[in-house]
Structures are given as C-alpha cells and as structure tokens.
C-alpha cells in the first residue's frame, strides 16, 4: 500500500506582500499563516508525515509552539531559490530516509494557502489515489478573460474554455515528481504540475474550491480571514 506524504514549500520571502515578516509567518486569525496548512494537513487521517520546508536562513518557525503536530511534523531547514528547489530539495531529504518509498504519494502545498478545508483534502485523495500519473486542485476559470495590448487596451478577448486555475495540494508519487523537477527547466517553475507535464505526462485536474486562495498581496488576508472564520461555523 502506498503511503501520502504531505510537504509543505515554506521558504519564500513573499516579496509581492511587501511586508518584512515573510508572509507565511503574517498573523491569521491570531496564528501564523503556515499554521493552517499543517493543521489541515496533520489532521487527515491518510497522511502519515507533514514534511515543512524552511529557508536556512529562517528565524521565525522556532517561536511558536508546533507541539501539537510533532507526531507526524518534520522540519527541514533546505529550502532553496526557488519554490521548486525548495520542493526538490525536501523530496531529496526525504527520500534518504526509509520513511518514504518511490511510489509513496507527496502532496505538495503551499504554506501561503490557508483556507484548504478537510473535505477538499479528501476528495482529491479519493479522485487521485488510483491515478497512475497523480494530479492537482483546480477551478475553471468563470469571468471573461481579456488579454491587453498597449496602454492597457484590449487587444482581445480570449476564449475560457478549457482553462483552468491551478491550485494545491498537487500530488504525484516521490520518483516521478524528483524525476520532473530535476531537469533543469523545472527550476522556474510555480507549480509541481509544469515539471510533470515537461516529461509528457497529463496530470488530473481535481475540482477546487475558489476559497482555497493563495495569498500573495496583503488585500488577500482580510478575505482569508473571512474564510476561515465562516469554516470554523463562526459565521
Ligand atoms: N516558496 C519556497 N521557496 C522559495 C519560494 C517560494 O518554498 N524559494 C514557497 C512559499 O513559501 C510559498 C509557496 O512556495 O509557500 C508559493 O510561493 P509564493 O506564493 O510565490 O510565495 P513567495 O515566493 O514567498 O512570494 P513572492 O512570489 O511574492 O515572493
Ligand atoms: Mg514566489
């Protein structure tokens, strides 16, 4: 039986957010942001291990308590340039351990996706657990898209079929998802699914949900807040 494994990327600087904390560290509901992806993660009873990536350089993770996580929590100071080198970087560590196999599944999630709910977190394990390439949360893209041209003129309007918004967790098994992010046009890459798709493969699209929204820019956080707040039944 394959085992899940989840990581998290964490050793970005949040540089569009504008702030001196790094953003996965930015207040939440009274928690840092991070709190709420390992919460989520930890509580599914189908994760064996939730793998956090640190930038070496991180001097935040350490003044909160994690204690209520430490039976499947591992922390890893080896984040790197790059949210995939940050992700490649972990899988490396991990898989030097005997902890995890190359057919194991890793979910990779942002640390800057707070409002993931349990439920979304179990309908993509139950839609991918079978799959032979592994797949990814995402929404079909619902308003009209429009691609400008000079001085933010439309140029055209493009059509939305087809198109999806990525979101995470993405989920492949550990060696093909090294495999991919290895090669060296995987480095710029945002998200998991782009490596795996450089190597010909067609990841599952799993429908999201629009409130798992990655904060990028600090209007972001008062619409997390309110998400989280009405799934905790406070609304
Ligand atoms: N990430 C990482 N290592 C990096 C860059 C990003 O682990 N070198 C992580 C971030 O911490 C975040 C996730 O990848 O959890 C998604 O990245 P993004 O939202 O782009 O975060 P940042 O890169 O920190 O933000 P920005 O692009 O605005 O600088
Ligand atoms: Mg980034």
Redesign the pocket.
């Known amino acids: 039986m394959s085992k899940f494994f989840a990581l998290?990327?964490?050793?970005?600087?949040?540089?569009?957010?504008k702030t001196n904390l790094?953003?996965?560290y930015l207040s939440l509901g009274g928690r840092p942001m991070i709190y709420y992806a390992v919460r989520t993660l930890y509580l599914s009873p189908d994760i064996t291990n939730v793998v956090v990536?640190l930038s070496p350089e991180d001097r935040e993770w350490l003044k909160y308590d994690w204690s209520e996580f430490s039976s499947k929590l591992i922390v890893l100071n080896c984040?790197?340039?790059?949210?995939a080198?940050?992700t490649l970087n972990g899988l490396m560590a991990i898989s030097e351990s005997s902890l995890i196999h190359d057919e194991d599944w890793v979910l990779v999630h942002?640390?800057?996706r707070p409002c993931l709910s349990e439920e979304l977190l179990k309908r993509m394990l139950d839609e991918l657990s079978k799959d032979t390439v592994g797949g990814l949360l995402a929404v079909p893209i619902s308003d009209t898209l429009k691609r400008s041209g000079i001085n933010d003129r439309v140029q055209e309007t493009e059509s939305r079929k087809n198109l999806w918004q990525a979101q995470t967790p993405q989920m492949f098994r550990l060696k093909l998802l090294m495999n991919a992010l290895c090669k060296p046009n995987s480095v710029t890459m945002?998200d998991d699914a782009s490596a795996v798709e450089a190597l010909g493969l067609y990841p599952k699209l799993v429908l999201g949900d629009v409130r798992n929204i990655?904060i990028?820019y600090p209007k972001d956080l008062s619409l997390a807040e309110l998400i989280l707040r009405e799934q905790q039944g406070e609304v």
């Open positions: 998290i990327p964490a050793a970005g600087f949040g540089a569009r957010m790094p953003k996965q990536i984040g790197g340039e790059t949210r080198m940050s942002d640390a800057a945002t990655k990028t």
